[in-house]
């Protein structure tokens, strides 16, 4: 389908913000009918965000940022000095008063965010006038990060990983393995809990999803070793254990996770929470996660293996969740028409925390970990 019966009227170049009244979605059975392709023939697309009510779509390989427009692709920008190598390239994308923020892998082994002004012209997003604001965090062939999301207090969140270099994730001088919080130009905000420093949580190995519920509490989802990806609360100041722990242990010294799942059920990548459900959008478990925000520990699993690796979940201006896959990313298996944005209706999901029911089609096992 098109894009256009999906499209909400946004003011000014914003990102949408969909409204947290009504029931909430709920985790369970659903039905496959309710999901459809909005565009087809992406290569390893990474970020979905609006502007204007135009969606604009990141690809990590080949560092283009593409408009939707009626269910055909446009391009609007090739974002320059990106390095695409293994996990790092063109990454997250956030769109806040007139600006539009993106994470990428430099050619100077760094990854940096920048912002684009963002303005829309007869149908057509421009993106003019780049600033870099904020660079030095460590590159890897893997364990990138590349997250960037506006909090509901108006400063921008940035999830790096540890590039590999497990120490780092402990060290608060670096950048690595961090959750960071700078304002929208990149000037360290005076309440973050380190003075002078833009680290907001730290022992990280590598989290590509965050999201708030509607209270503020905030979550993100990160990528374990061999044993336990994790569901974490963030809290400022805290440390989440890597390299020292791996999932849950019974450490003061540590904030342990909320949820844990094999790293083969789970690799979680992009998140989004509407009303009172989170969804994590997986990789190697190919599958759609949600998880009620109000018992984080319990979760259940949707189209399991039918859609392939999942890289992004967000929530479009009409409240419907846009799925995201990366089956052309390398380490995928293409099937006919990927990569692909799906659209997924929230009811389809429906049904109760902790029933294993599924209805036509739909994968939906329920765990407490």
């Known amino acids: 389908m098109g894009a256009a019966g999906v499209m909400a009227a946004v003011g000014g170049c914003d990102a949408h913000r969909p409204a947290s009244t009504g029931s909430p979605p709920g985790p369970g ?142 060290d608060r001088r670096s950048l690595a393995g961090k959750i960071l919080r700078i304002e929208p130009d990149g000037r360290v905000p005076g309440d973050n809990p380190f003075a002078g420093s833009p680290v907001w949580s730290m022992g990280h190995r590598n989290v590509q999803g965050m999201a708030w519920a509607a209270d503020r509490t905030m979550f993100a989802v990160e990528f374990g070793e061999n044993t336990w990806d994790e569901l974490n609360v963030i809290v400022p100041g805290g440390n989440y254990g890597w390299p020292v722990h791996e999932g849950r242990a019974a450490d003061p010294a540590y904030r342990n996770p909320v949820q844990q799942w094999p790293t083969s059920e789970a690799s979680p990548s992009g998140m989004a929470i509407l009303d009172d459900t989170i969804y994590l959008a997986a990789l190697g478990g190919q599958r759609l996660i949600t998880v009620p925000v109000h018992h984080p520990t319990t979760s259940k699993e949707y189209f399991v293996h039918t859609y392939g690796r999942l890289r992004d979940v967000v929530v479009a201006p009409d409240r419907s969740l846009w799925v995201l896959t990366n089956n052309t990313d390398t380490r995928g298996d293409p099937r006919p028409g990927d990569d692909r944005i799906l659209r997924v209706e929230p009811a389809a999901l429906g049904g109760s925390a902790g029933s294993a029911e599924g209805r036509s089609g739909v994968s939906a096992t329920s765990q407490a970990t």
């Not at 993106?102 to 002004?117: E, F």
């Not at 997250?147 to 921008?156: H, N």
């Open 29 to 170: 059975g659903g039905d496959r009918n309710a999901v459809s392709d909005v565009v087809t023939g992406l290569h390893a697309p990474w970020s979905v965000v609006w502007v204007d009510g135009a969606p604009l779509i990141s690809q990590r390989d080949d560092a283009r940022i593409q408009q939707l427009v009626n269910g055909r692709l446009r391009q609007v920008l090739d974002v320059p000095d990106v390095q695409h190598g293994g996990e790092g390239g063109l990454l997250g994308m956030a769109v806040r008063d007139g600006w539009l923020v993106v994470y990428y892998t430099g050619r100077d082994d760094h990854n940096h965010v920048a912002r684009y002004r963002c303005a829309k012209q007869a149908g057509t997003v421009r993106l003019t006038d780049p600033q870099q604001i904020l660079g030095g965090i460590p590159a890897g062939a893997v364990h990138n990060g590349g997250r960037v999301e506006f909090g509901p207090d108006g400063t921008l969140y940035v999830s790096t990983g540890d590039s590999t270099q497990r120490e780092l994730a402990q």
